[in-house]
């Protein structure tokens, strides 16, 4: 019986092996973008050391190359207040007509947090609501375009989470378009600046992001000039905006870009007490002067290699249609183990060894007696 329990143990941890190894390389999968960009509040660079700033996290990336130059705590998991109304845009721009009129909600003014403007029964063009999100990150702008969109607001939440699995946002999830502190919604610095470069990259988005101003109906009659809340744009030279956030929570968050001597950079920073202008000021002229000097820390991940990268890989892709079925082919041996390891709850690996046991305390009695007059006469 000894013998029969310590095989049935010694099949179990065989079994279970697999299960184990196959979870660690799981969880050792490396950080989108690469394995130096991590969620760790440590400055990594190559090449030269940047400025402080106050920013707990940030990423400094050249967006044609998808260069990474610089970077702290890129996928820490933060609040981003009004930086993703970026991912807003990148889902509604695509979708809706500039043309379209849309007339005011009172769900649209009474909404929370910053506003443009937009008053119950006025009409709106879906552009000029454009140009409040961005210049005045105007979340009654932002309701009022999700609403006109084809399922309102909880339809464009569902399609800001697929866009973001999508391009290899892996850190975001999106419970309010407008970037409200909302239970759940978080991003990261990295993430951010994948939006701006996907958004850069439409020339809707790169002109309404670029605006300095834009005028806005009043209620009654008569407009009034709404300035972008993006400093960068005023006062540093090639400087194509992007957006700006604030919340109590997030505290300051910023996706800026600019463009000289050739190269395209953006900088995000989250989580910054006061100053945000002024540090992205000094990481984007630290990136400019010692370009050449720079080494790749890691690379703004394209979405055809998103789709492959991360823990939460969905049965459908973000278009909606089946990923291919697995093959039955198994090249390497021991695989077909571990993948059915994968399929079996861990307590039924001990099954057998209860079942031996049970069997072993049910022996009939007149057996375990004669079992122990036995031992007696041999002693």
């Given at each position: ?175 309010d378009p407008t970037g409200l502190d909302s239970d ?85 920073l989250m989580n910054s007490p006061h100053g945000i ?91 375990r007696v004669h079992n122990r007059k036995s031992k007696?006469?041999?002693?």
């Amino acid at each position: 019986m000894r013998v029969l329990l310590t095989a049935c143990a010694t099949t179990v941890m065989l079994v279970a092996g697999p299960l184990t190894a196959t979870a660690a390389a799981q969880g050792s999968r490396s950080p989108v973008g690469g394995a130096q960009l991590t969620a760790d509040a440590t400055v990594v660079t190559a090449g030269a050391k940047p400025p402080a700033v106050q920013a707990g996290s940030y990423v400094v990336a050249d967006l044609d190359t998808g260069t990474v130059l610089a970077a702290k705590a890129p996928h820490a998991k933060l609040r981003p207040a009004s930086t993703l109304k970026t991912l807003t845009a990148l889902v509604l721009l695509p979708r809706l007509n500039k043309a379209d009129v849309v007339v005011g909600s009172d769900g649209d003014a009474g909404i929370e947090g910053s506003k443009v403007g937009v008053y119950p029964g006025l009409r709106y063009s879906v552009d000029l609501l454009f140009q409040g999100m961005f210049l005045a990150s105007g979340n009654d702008a932002v309701h009022a375009l999700a609403e006109h969109d084809a399922g309102g607001t909880a339809a464009t939440i569902e399609r800001m989470n697929k866009k973001a699995a999508e391009i290899g946002a892996l850190d975001t999830h999106v419970t309010d378009p407008t970037g409200l502190d909302s239970d759940g919604q978080v991003s990261s610095a990295y993430d951010l600046a994948l939006f701006a470069q996907a958004g850069l990259g439409r020339p809707d988005f790169a002109k309404y992001a670029s605006t300095k101003y834009t005028n806005f109906p009043l209620a009654k009659a008569g407009t009034y000039q709404v300035a972008n809340q993006n400093k960068l744009l005023f006062n540093y030279d090639g400087a194509l905006g992007v957006k700006t956030g604030y919340t109590t929570l997030a505290r300051n968050t910023f996706i800026g870009a600019a463009r000289r001597n050739g190269h395209t950079l953006v900088v995000t920073l989250m989580n910054s007490p006061h100053g945000i202008t002024e540090d992205a000021t000094k990481l984007l002229d630290w990136s400019f002067d010692h370009y050449t000097a720079l080494s790749p820390i890691g690379t703004l991940v394209k979405p055809a290699a998103a789709a492959k990268t991360g823990p939460n890989i969905s049965k459908k892709s973000a278009a909606g249609t089946p990923l291919p079925k697995r093959t039955r082919a198994v090249t390497m041996p021991g695989l077909a183990v571990q993948t059915l390891a994968l399929r079996v709850p861990s307590w039924a690996y001990a099954a057998p060894l209860f079942l031996l046991l049970a069997l072993f305390l049910r022996r009939p009695r007149a057996l375990r007696v004669h079992n122990r007059k036995s031992k007696a006469r041999r002693h």
